[in-house]
């Protein structure tokens, strides 16, 4: 099977850039976020929900964190869901990380893979395919 | 009315960069300008040869070496009436001002926060994303 996180259990190993933010709900450390200004929240399938940062800490709604453009995440697998080397990531309807997918948010790709096949490593910077208007 | 820039000679400030590169300017610059290349490293601006690449994170003149940025969280001015929003797609104007994003200008990063009082706002910048566009055919 593709890759796909099993369980959100995510650990930011560094990140760009940081920013502070305020969160208008609860995140998980490494979520995707999206604006809902003048706040942050999880970034999800409303199509409102861009994502642009991930999400430094865990944090609660109207808590400040530290969130990064771009950012290095372990996320969790299975063997059925092992990820791949270079293989790039899509933000999935639930804001867990899944293989590239059709009408899915590309935000980032596989740098590494758990000796075990239990865990990978992704960079992550999903404002990249936001921004894409040139100047004419 | 959509974000603005109020721009002011000097007048932003740098958060946060990812790690620096030593460029020559072939023009004057201020710190937070986005550069593009033409002959020189210069402020990007109109001409369809100043694409944005990086982000000066010094003033500097014609012949100095200052350090830029591929990455910079940068700070500027507003007004009430051209306050940002959060989560707002910047473009870079044609004077080489940040605005909200617009067609026929090169969206360049997007906003993070703004002030308690709407007259800032503070921007992830990262101009090269959109000209770097082409995948292996």
């Not at chain 2, 910047?90 to 617009?102: E, M, N």
Request: some cysteine.
């Amino acid at each position: 099977m593709a890759f796909a996180e099993t369980v959100v259990d995510r650990e930011v190993l560094s990140g760009t850039c940081p920013v502070r933010v305020k969160l208008a709900e609860r995140v998980y450390a490494g979520a995707c976020l999206a604006a809902s200004s003048p706040n942050w929240i999880l970034s999800a399938h409303a199509s409102g929900e861009t994502p642009l940062l991930v999400a430094g800490t865990a944090g609660e709604v109207n808590d400040y964190i530290k969130a990064y453009p771009l950012a290095a995440i372990k996320v969790t697998t299975t063997l059925a869901n092992v990820a791949t080397l270079g293989e790039l990531v899509s933000l999935d309807d639930d804001g867990t990380f899944v293989a590239d997918t059709a009408n899915y948010p590309d935000v980032g790709f596989v740098t590494e893979v758990g000796s075990d096949s239990l865990s990978a490593e992704l960079v992550v910077c999903p404002m990249i395919q936001q921004l894409d208007t040139a100047r004419t | 009315m959509a974000f603005a820039e109020t721009r002011t000679a000097g007048g932003r400030e740098i958060l946060e960069t990812s790690e620096p590169v030593l460029i020559l300017l072939a023009e004057l610059v201020f710190s937070g300008d986005c550069l593009g290349y033409s002959s020189g490293w210069i402020r990007s601006a109109a001409a369809t040869g100043e694409h944005p690449l990086l982000v000066a994170l010094d003033d500097g003149a014609i012949g100095d070496y200052i350090k830029a940025s591929q990455m910079a969280v940068v700070k500027v001015t507003t007004t009430a009436t051209n306050v940002a929003g959060v989560g707002d797609i910047v473009a870079l104007s044609d004077t080489g001002d940040y605005q909200v994003a617009s067609a026929g200008l090169p969206d360049v990063g997007f906003v993070a926060s703004i002030g308690d009082d709407d007259l800032s706002a503070t921007m992830v910048i990262c101009p090269q994303v959109q000209q770097l566009t082409s995948v292996r055919a």
